[in-house]
């Protein structure tokens, strides 16, 4: 009883929430604009919150990261604000539409390519094509789950474009295109269509796999015109050097000691869903996935970790990890706090002197108990050589994940169960500022 009051008198919820950053102004058309729009990515934040971080702490060529890459929003903002981005993330899925997001490509070499694949597709998928040669050109990737999600027409139909694709053989120009595969893979699937968890349609409609891919292709394609007239054609002729983008551990930064001014990210809810099953159907045809209970132990607060007893460098963590008991939720959330508490480590390092990082995150429960994140991330930085520059309290008038909670158990669930409550109804940006 005692620990639950002290939890709540801890929390944050009393800060008044700062209208301006919900930008309830904001259509779709806005939040997806350039390349914002390539890929439906679950849980990320708009633009124009990177954006307005990014250009009230910063100033033009200084270093800006996201150690939880995502889609690489931050990343996309930071060098459409002239700035250099560096992004980093445990998905391979996540690194390369980031990287696709990021990089020019010649406007004429891109058109030349996609009118070539859909003469080809055109013929090949209406069998205009030497049967004895179809094996040559068709991959099919070899994992069991590739059946659980795909009929075989679809299978069939989609290998044929996936390979096509393949034989492209400029690297930016054929990640390109399979970042537009990627997007129509669960309309392509058993996928529930409306479900973010992985759930099985047996009756979903038959889409055609080819004119879903073209008409994405031809969507990119637009958005990227749009990245290309705002880009600095500085960074543009050099883009390797104002844009790193890579897959690994948010504790393992491409940057040197002290040289970022700002850090823009949004880390993953531990009482979330699993963000590795969300990813699992792209993951599967590109070969990034071949067993994913071990494709999940990648992933940050992973209940598969068997840590050590550790200092959290918080004692309201403490007490949340203690009230959750000894079981596999109190393992996973042990697990968060000490994996987030070794990339705070990082942030440490690569920032310079009073350089800022801003974390967006907001708090959750799990069988009544309160998670709070926010306030453990607060004390976490505090006790490690950072100060409390700002805390905004946002809400969140629309965000990629689950809107309604069990108020019993903490489990999503669907809109019209009984008992809900809103799942992350507000957030918190912490602008935490290295000593």
């Known amino acids: 009883m005692n620990d639950t009051i002290l ?19 904001k259509t779709i058309k806005d939040t997806s604009y350039i390349t914002h729009g390539y890929y439906t990515y679950p849980a990320k934040f708009i633009p124009q919150l990177a954006s307005r971080l990014i250009k009230e702490h910063s100033n033009e060529n200084d270093i800006v990261i996201d150690t939880f890459l995502g889609s690489g929003t931050t990343v996309v ?16 899925i996540a690194a390369l539409i980031a990287k696709v997001k990021t990089t020019p490509i010649k406007t004429g070499e891109l058109l030349q390519e996609f009118s070539d694949i859909d003469f080809d597709l055109q013929n090949r998928l209406n069998g205009q094509y030497d049967f004895f040669l ?29 390979s096509r694709i393949l034989e492209v053989k400029n690297n930016d120009i054929r990640n390109f295109f399979l970042v537009a595969f990627a997007q129509i893979l669960k309309s392509c699937s058993i996928w529930l269509q409306k479900s ?9 409609k038959i889409y055609e796999p080819l004119t ?23 960074i543009k002729q050099d883009i390797d050097r104002y844009r790193v983008v890579q897959c690994g551990d948010s504790r393992n930064l491409p940057c040197e000691k002290n040289k970022a001014t700002l850090i823009v990210t949004s880390p993953p809810y531990v009482t979330s869903y ?68 070794e990339t705070f480590f990082e942030m440490k390092r690569v920032l310079k002197k009073g350089g800022r990082t801003c974390v967006v995150i907001g708090n959750t429960e799990f069988n009544k ?25 946002r809400e969140i008038p629309s965000k990629m994940l689950p809107s309604t909670r069990d108020n019993d158990t903490g489990q999503f669930v669907k809109a019209n169960d009984k008992n809900l409550k809103l799942a992350y109804p507000s957030e918190y940006i912490l602008i935490m500022e290295k000593l």
């Open 7 to 25: 939890l709540e008198e801890t929390t944050l919820a009393a800060i008044p929430i700062d209208y301006s950053w919900s930008f309830v102004d």
């Open 77 to 92: 903002e930071a060098i459409v604000n002239n700035r250099i981005g560096i992004g980093t993330d445990i998905n391979d």
């Open 134 to 162: 179809k094996k040559s050109f068709q991959v099919v990737p070899q994992n069991d789950r590739i059946d659980y999600w795909f009929l075989p027409q679809q299978k069939e139909k989609l290998s044929i474009i996936f």
């Open 196 to 204: 973010v968890k992985p759930t099985r349609d047996q009756n979903k």
């Open 212 to 234: 879903l891919f073209l008409n994405q292709s031809k969507k990119m394609i637009k958005k990227h015109f749009e990245f290309d007239k705002i880009l600095n054609p500085k």
């Open 274 to 341: 699993e963000y590795a099953d969300l990813h699992q159907l792209p993951s599967l045809w590109f070969g990034y996935l071949s067993d994913l209970p071990e494709f999940r132990k990648k992933f940050i607060g992973s209940a598969y970790k068997d840590r050590d007893k550790i200092d959290l460098k918080s004692s309201l963590a403490e007490k949340i990890v203690t009230q959750l008991g000894e079981n596999k939720k109190g393992r996973e959330v042990k697990n968060y706090f000490a994996d987030m508490l």
């Open 369 to 393: 108990i309160k998670i709070l994140n926010a306030e453990v991330f607060k004390e976490q930085f505090e006790n490690i050589g950072f100060r409390t520059h700002d805390i905004i309290h």
